[in-house]
């Protein structure tokens, strides 16, 4: 049972163009929203994460949209850059449990 | 500051035999949780313990185990290997637990091939 899911395993975009990556969540009793990026040999690190009472995060180019009804989330990369290629983990929790969650991953690949 | 560190980084065993996996977390963090990495599965929660004690635990059968030592230290032991264990094993460490999310620090991984 996937309560997570990122359905776009990879994702090809031109440098300076933006990058969108997708995650659908399925337990309506998740609360807390984050990204992590993982390089090859390297364990993940933490992007960026928004609680369930915003809809909207930003840090610098990257940008975290929620959207409750429809139990999805995106990551907003503007401008890509070649050395955002990476591996992007969504993940969730429910504050009372605080267990991460994670998708299965999106390979993104930024072109110069 | 040293990061968190796992140790070994790679592994190989075959069917039947049993591995311990060590993870010292970053200095000060107390909480040290447990993750396996599979292609196509993402990260998957296998259990965390805060303070010597296991605080969460995911939906792993009972020949995962852990323990953590009183400098925060842990280690992951899987017994009677099985093919699907193999899987790049993540540990990461947090001051006050999993509350923090954001302040997760994960290791670069141990890779467990089982033969």
């Known amino acids: 049972d996937q309560q997570v899911k990122q359905n776009s395993p990879s994702l090809s975009v031109q440098e300076g163009r933006i990058s969108i990556l997708n995650c659908d969540y399925t337990?309506?009793?998740?609360?807390?929203f984050l990204w992590y990026k993982k390089y090859p040999a390297e364990g993940p690190t933490f992007l960026i994460s928004?609680?369930?009472?915003?809809d909207k995060n930003e840090d610098g180019r990257f940008t975290v949209f929620l959207n409750k009804s429809a139990k999805h989330l995106s990551l907003h990369i503007v401008p890509s850059q070649p050395g955002d290629s990476a591996v992007y983990f969504c993940?969730?929790?429910?504050?009372?449990?605080?267990?991460?969650?994670f998708g299965q991953g999106t390979t993104l690949q930024v072109k110069p | 500051k040293a990061g968190v560190t796992q140790t070994p980084r790679y592994l190989i065993k075959t069917r039947g035999q049993q591995v311990t996996l060590s993870c010292s977390p970053i200095?000060?963090?107390?909480?040290v949780s447990w993750y396996q990495q599979t292609p196509g599965q993402g990260l998957q929660f296998l259990f965390e313990?805060?303070?010597?004690?296991?605080?969460n635990k995911g939906n792993f059968p009972g020949r995962f185990s852990g323990r953590q030592f009183s400098n925060s230290r842990s280690e992951m032991n899987v017994s009677t290997l099985e093919l699907g264990d193999s899987a790049l094993y993540l540990c990461?460490?947090?001051?006050?637990?999993?509350?923090?999310?954001?302040?997760?620090?994960f290791g670069p991984g141990t890779r467990l091939t089982v033969l």
């Open positions: 200095s000060g963090h107390r909480s």
């Open positions: 337990n309506s009793m998740f609360d807390y």
């Open positions: 993940a969730a929790s429910n504050s009372n449990t605080g267990k991460l969650i």
């Open positions: 990461a460490s947090s001051k006050l637990g999993l509350e923090n999310f954001n302040e997760q620090f």
């Open positions: 928004i609680s369930s009472i915003k």
């Open positions: 313990y805060f303070s010597e004690t296991q605080r």
